[in-house]
């Protein structure tokens, strides 16, 4: 099933080879609008995941800091998701 990121009246990523990861959907690298996406200076840490990066969102002249996160580098535990991007923030999912 396609599922599409939206915000601010955008779509921001589209797939229909999400992978859910603890009620987040994280959308393939490729199925990005790099347009929209900003690199960010911040970083989190998931146990099990490992670092995470994130992007700020701007659409239409507006940014949603830290909207969208990552994991370049993952631990095993989580390969599948390795470098895909995952959404919060205000950004839905449908």
Do not use: R
Not at 4 to 32: C, H, M, R
Not at 40 to 50: L, R
């Amino acid at each position: 099933m396609t599922k599409k990121a939206i915000w601010n009246g955008q779509i921001l990523a589209e797939s229909d080879k999400t992978i859910v990861v603890e009620n987040n959907y994280y959308f393939p690298p490729d199925s990005i609008k790099k347009e929209f996406f900003k690199d960010s200076n911040t970083h989190t840490t998931c146990g099990w995941k490992g670092e995470a990066s994130y992007y700020t969102i701007a659409v239409d002249g507006k940014e949603n800091a830290d909207a969208a996160w990552y994991y370049p580098n993952t631990k095993e535990a989580a390969n599948n998701i390795k470098g895909y991007i995952a959404f919060w923030k205000g950004v839905k999912v449908e």
